[in-house]
């Protein structure tokens, strides 16, 4: 048996928008998150959408906001969301958005006090799949996507886990935190001043290393306020052409970085997980 506690449950689309808390072992505190069930999931075993989300979110911004269930529920797959970072209150913050709670960026920090429980990167990979599994009836195949951070969080976990996900996609995404405020304000708190360790969290550094085999798919806003100040997209669609990575990246006109825009797109990104995760063997 899993230790997940129910705390909400909802109809949606013929399925179940639901919300759980759990002991997390890897975070070391009690964590929530949301899962929604489409239909099929009554009676058939169904793949897995992980959705990272970015700064300031919690499991709830994406579940209220994306309008991502309808989709899911045509294409019979389960969104999993979890937080964005450890939660509760000996957990380590900042009073600044972009630090702290709400802002774990999908790593495993190393400098104290973040240390002791910012270990988001081996929650999203190992514990919260084990956990899904234990938990839904699922068939083993799994993508991730995300925004923003979180965008940051589904190409990082894709590129250095390859085998984990059928396919990656992102919104808006941080690629290159090792160059851009937000990612060198994290990097250089969570994991300390000597920059050789912040390759490993990099997706530009992390694709020139790896190189990417998984279906990748990215929407950017163009009036997205911090394309240009966070260096969001465009690093990564060079990368991709310097190394021959196929990836479908579009840019959108008058599109900002808000849910609005997410909630433009998200169902071209269910429809694009879904042919990796559907197809058969
Ligand atoms: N203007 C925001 C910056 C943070 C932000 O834009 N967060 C994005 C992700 S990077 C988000 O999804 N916010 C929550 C929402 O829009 O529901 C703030 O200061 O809170």
Redesign the pocket.
């Known amino acids: 048996m899993t230790n997940l506690e129910p705390i909400a449950s909802h109809r949606l689309h013929d399925g179940w928008q639901r919300q759980y808390k759990h002991q997390s072992a890897v975070l070391n505190c009690t964590m929530q998150f949301s899962v929604y069930l489409p239909p099929q999931a009554e009676h058939q075993a169904l793949p897995v959408l992980y959705w990272l989300?970015?700064?300031?979110?919690t499991d709830e911004?994406f579940s209220q906001?994306s309008a991502a269930q309808r989709a899911a529920a045509e294409h019979g797959i389960i969104l999993v969301i979890p937080d964005t970072s450890p939660r509760g209150d000996d957990v380590a913050d900042d009073d600044a958005?972009d630090l702290g709670k709400g802002a774990g960026f999908y790593l495993n920090a190393t400098q104290a006090p973040w240390s002791a429980h910012y270990r988001m990167a081996d929650y999203v990979v190992e514990e919260l799949p084990a956990l899904i599994t234990q938990a839904f009836n699922t068939n083993g195949r799994a993508s991730i996507s995300g925004?923003?951070?979180g965008g940051h969080g589904a190409l990082t976990l894709a590129i250095k886990h390859p085998q984990n996900y059928c396919s990656v996609s992102a919104f808006a995404p941080i690629v290159s935190p090792t160059t851009c405020p937000w990612g060198q304000k994290a990097f250089n708190a969570y994991l300390g001043d000597d920059q050789a360790q912040w390759a490993d969290f990099d997706a530009c550094l992390l694709l020139k290393k790896h190189g990417l085999k998984l279906p990748v798919k990215i929407d950017q806003g163009l009036a997205d306020n911090f394309l240009d100040s966070q260096q969001l997209t465009k690093p990564f669609e060079q990368q991709c052409q310097q190394q021959q990575v196929a990836a479908d990246i579009q840019y959108h006109d008058g599109y900002d970085?808000?849910?609005y825009f997410i909630s433009s797109f998200i169902d071209a990104h269910i429809a694009f997980h879904a042919q990796a995760l559907h197809k058969p063997g």
């Open positions: 989300s970015g700064l300031t979110c911004n906001k958005y925004h923003s951070m970085h808000s849910y």
